[in-house]
């Protein structure tokens, strides 16, 4: 179990950066197990979002503004993007967005390599993809 001291450091960790990424595979529909945990450390009512009662429709002001955040995602089969057959039990990248939306992060790129335990053909196909993306995002969020 984390010290008083270590879940200080990684919550000051957290808010204080301005641009920022995390990778995560996808167990079972959703995150792992630790990612959670520290997700848990991040999420403090009145340092990184407060309650709007008078706001029945968003509930949640986000303390945490002006970030920008890179989630890097891997799925061991496909169909999990927006539109796609399995979209509906993509609780991933949805979850991630949702609780970084909370604490007022709204800039938020996700990139996603699908496919990782099928053929390595659709996994090459997938990684490409992922490496065009990360590129891109290199040559309009980190210049």
Same mark, same amino acid.
């Given at each position: ?10 919550? $000051? ?10 990778? $995560?595979?996808?167990?079972?529909? $959703? ?85 990782? $335990? ?26």
């Amino acid at each position: 179990m984390p010290t008083p001291a270590k879940k200080s450091n990684c919550f $000051s960790n957290f808010v204080q950066f301005i641009r920022g990424g995390y990778s $995560s595979p996808m167990y079972n529909w $959703s995150i792992p197990s630790t990612l959670k945990a520290y997700i848990d450390q991040i999420l403090r009512v009145n340092e990184t979002f407060k309650p709007d009662r008078a706001n029945i429709q968003h509930p949640y002001v986000g303390l945490l503004e002006d970030k920008v955040l890179f989630l890097l995602l891997s799925r061991g089969s496909q169909g999990y993007e927006k539109g796609e057959y399995n979209e509906r039990i993509n609780f991933q990248s949805t979850y991630l967005k949702m609780v970084f939306n909370v604490i007022g992060i709204s800039n938020i790129h996700v990139i996603s390599v699908n496919g990782t $335990s099928l053929d390595p053909e659709n996994l090459k196909i997938s990684m490409d993809t992922a490496q065009q993306n990360i590129r891109a995002l290199i040559d309009t969020e980190l210049v």
